[in-house]
């Protein structure tokens, strides 16, 4: 046990201080959100004529309802640069001095995952804060209730990551591969407006909407921010994650997946 707890204290210590040397990537992970929040919100809210209630007692503002969704949008660009990570380690030779640890596979790669969500979740926390300060809140109990989706949210889509950053041999790939998920996984969800509004335009891409695992994660977020239960997105969202993390694993086990195929 000794051993599990020192290297997963050293794989967290390690991700916090990537973060620490790249303040860029703090400050981009907040610009990108906070645009949208502040300059697009007044836009689409006007396009899309919406009045939305949240869920689902108490009128909010277009600026309030997107919030959840700005936050998975940093959990999601957070999964995916973590993985960026991964395949710069790969190709430097400290990911295979990493999988190679006496240690069970899983057990790292999860390590690593954790990493990838504490740093998420305090840029998310971050994000919350600097929207309170421009009056965009939420009920006190829910910045409390809000934590733990943020968490299960930040393992989901940094799972997928993992996952991705397992099919990925050359870096230069991977930038392409990010905008591929990133964008159709955000814009195809709940994130920006609600799926009865998507409803109204096609009834197709609302089902895909609402198979996206991405909308599970936003709606998680939504709910727990107001301190409200949302059992369906809890268990589409532990689903999703499980199977991302089992296609990770696959993915970096040296008999079948990319550890291996990149020998041959």
Not at 13 to 32: I, K, N, S
Not at 59 to 65: D, F, H
Not at 178 to 203: D, G, H, Q, R, T
């Amino acid at each position: 046990m000794t051993h599990y707890l020192a290297t997963f204290r050293a794989i967290l210590w390690r991700e916090a201080l990537r973060f620490l040397h790249q303040r860029e990537r703090f400050f981009a992970a907040l610009v990108r959100p906070l645009v949208w929040l502040l300059v697009f919100a007044a836009g689409f809210r006007a396009a899309l004529g919406l009045s939305i209630t949240a869920p689902y007692q108490t009128y909010i503002t277009y600026e309030t309802y997107i919030v959840p969704g700005l936050c998975g949008m940093i959990l999601l660009f957070n999964g995916m640069q973590s993985s960026l990570s991964l395949v710069h380690d790969r190709e430097t030779g400290s990911m295979r001095l990493l999988m190679t640890a006496p240690l069970p596979r899983w057990f790292l790669l999860f390590s690593k995952l954790c990493g990838a969500t504490f740093i998420g979740v305090l840029q998310c926390l971050s994000f919350l804060f600097i929207a309170w300060m421009f009056d965009i809140t939420a009920p006190a109990a829910g910045y409390l209730a809000v934590i733990p989706a943020l968490v299960l949210g930040g393992l989901v889509l940094g799972a997928l990551g993992l996952a991705l950053s397992s099919l990925i041999k050359q870096l230069e790939n991977f930038a392409g591969v990010m905008n591929f998920v990133i964008f159709p996984m955000f814009f195809l969800s709940s994130a920006l407006y609600p799926l009865w509004k998507m409803a109204e335009s096609s009834e197709l891409l609302h089902d895909i909407c609402a198979a996206n695992p991405f909308t599970h994660v936003v709606e998680l977020i939504r709910f727990s921010l107001y301190a409200q239960w949302n059992g369906t997105a809890l268990g589409w969202s532990l689903l999703s994650g499980l199977v991302f993390m089992a296609l990770a694993l696959w993915g970096y086990d040296p008999a079948r997946g990319i550890m291996n195929r990149k020998k041959r």
